[in-house]
């Protein structure tokens, strides 16, 4: 089988979309960094609208992986196209799929390999946004506060050797330095990570570093460069071999990593850009003033309702998101999580019916046709939780409300740091602090009862910050997970009313 490549897209069937713009003469005016599946299934896709609506061809991406040449090697053999596939149920249940070439990706660049390329790209004349998929953990900051930390052996090493960066940061300010000092104009430099307030934490990162940097880089930043906040919304599983294969077999050539999202996207962006933007609005994307509203929406109901399913899916055997759903107790606790003890948190906004959120929510989490994997979502809970969890918890707190479907969610993460799940099964802990995770869980099992097991364990600051300190936090943490470790999550869940009351 040919593989995918611009000579084959005359020959791929009909119902296969693909590019109709002159991709030859697309000018690299987007660097994306963290050039992974969510950035192909999301971003790069509206920004494929974009150019089909306008025409404008000054907005082709540059990708950047910060750590593996793998993309690098699956795409550019292919030129950098690849395909979409969306994917979601008939009315008869059967698993149906929606095929796209997507080709404004004109490049990757691999950091480790040639640092200098990309701090090049990064302040070419034709840069005129930095967008960023790197994960919560590529932000090098304390998860409980959004500081960067100085202490990190990688953004040290990026403060002394300015010429060859590893991390985020250390490639943005040092290619910033470089267009100040050649009086090219400034970029506008734009989180899409599952960050709150994605954008102002992107600013405060860049800004710290740069300080370390020059005073007068600090300054230039701060006055010429925008960081708009923004709130990302599509499920993109990881891509399969059994996903390649019958991919390639439908499009009669091989693509060597197609990626898998379902047909739901949303994507709310701060219209503050320093230097020019595409048109986004044409592939879906919505342009606010202040999209924090949006943003708590997501990490909260989405994100928040996704960690506890994964957490307590796992731990029960279920492999996929959909099978965790499949469960009524699981969904019926998820749906009872997001309606009771989430929603009441958010702020009211226009024209949003959370009833009707809440349902289709539900609804994509059960899509059978995705198989999106619940230790997939269960990575990083170190960097995840306080954003999509912690935060409700302590508004809850303060309004002196229940939070106990929160604290069985946060009870359910404890319990699969133990690496193992009822059935069994050993799981790799796949968290930047999995060490220190680990460490505090054996400190923590000398403790003589549940309470100060807990209790120790919620001292950690990186991940709870002051909550360690609140003995109701702390008290309906360890109360459930005592069920937990005793009965099981489905028997926890039968007895979850019961047992609550925090």
Not at 18 to 45: C, M, N, S, T, W
Not at 149 to 174: K, N, S, W
């Amino acid at each position: 089988m040919a593989r995918l490549h611009p000579g084959t897209l005359p020959s791929l069937p009909a119902d296969v979309a693909k590019p109709r713009y002159d991709r030859e003469a697309l000018q690299a005016g987007i660097v994306h960094l963290g050039v992974g599946a969510f950035h192909r299934a999301h971003l790069a896709v509206v920004n494929e609208a974009a150019l089909h609506a306008s025409g404008d061809l000054r907005w082709g991406t540059v990708g950047v992986s910060l750590r593996a040449a793998d993309t690098r090697d699956a795409l550019m053999s292919q030129s950098g196209l690849y395909t979409l596939a969306l994917r979601d149920a008939a009315d008869d249940g059967s698993p149906r799929e929606a095929l796209q070439v997507v080709g404004n990706l004109l490049d990757v660049l691999v950091a480790p390999e040639d640092p200098q390329a990309v701090l090049e790209r990064l302040a070419h004349p034709d840069t005129r946004i930095v967008t960023l998929t790197i994960t919560e953990k590529g932000y090098h900051h304390d998860p409980a506060t959004g500081a960067l930390r100085l202490d990190d052996a990688d953004i040290a090493h990026d403060l002394a050797h300015p010429e060859a960066p590893r991390t985020m940061a250390g490639f943005v300010v040092h290619a910033l330095n470089l267009r100040r000092g050649c009086g090219l104009p400034p970029v506008t430099l734009l989180s899409c990570d599952n960050l709150p307030a994605n954008g102002d934490t992107l600013r405060g990162i860049v800004l710290a570093f740069a300080q370390q940097v020059d005073g007068a880089l600090h300054g230039w930043i701060d006055a010429h460069c925008s960081f708009p906040n923004s709130m990302v919304d599509r499920i993109v599983p990881r891509t399969t071999d059994a996903d390649r294969e019958r991919i390639s077999v439908r499009l009669g050539a091989e693509d060597a990593w197609p990626v898998i999202g379902e047909p739901f996207l949303e994507w709310v962006v701060e219209d503050r850009f320093a230097h020019g933007r595409p048109d986004w609005a044409a592939g879906g994307a919505r342009f606010v003033e202040h999209a924090e509203p949006f943003e708590r929406l997501k990490l909260r109901m989405v994100n928040g309702s996704h960690s506890a399913l994964a957490y307590l899916g796992a731990m029960a055997g279920f492999r996929t998101v959909d099978s965790a759903m499949a469960e009524p107790a699981l969904r019926n606790f998820i749906d009872a999580l997001m309606r009771e003890e989430i929603a009441p948190t958010l702020p009211a906004m226009q024209g949003l019916d959370l009833d009707s959120y809440r349902a289709r929510l539900l609804q994509r989490f059960s899509n059978p046709a995705l198989q999106h994997q619940t230790k997939q979502i269960a990575m990083d809970g170190s960097q995840k939780l306080p954003q999509r969890l912690l935060g409700t918890v302590r508004d809850r707190l303060a309004a002196k409300q229940p939070i106990d479907r929160l604290a069985l969610a946060v009870a359910a993460w404890i319990h699969y740091l133990r690496g193992a799940d009822e059935t069994g099964a050993t799981h790799d802990i796949q968290d930047p602090l999995a060490d220190a995770l680990a460490q505090r869980l054996v400190q923590a099992d000398a403790a003589p009862s549940i309470q100060e097991r807990v209790a120790f364990f919620a001292e950690f600051a990186p991940v709870f910050g002051e909550l360690g300190g609140e003995p109701r936090f702390v008290a309906t943490v360890a109360r459930h997970l005592g069920v937990l470790e005793t009965h099981g999550v489905l028997g926890t869940l039968a007895v979850f009313d019961t047992t609550a009351g925090g």
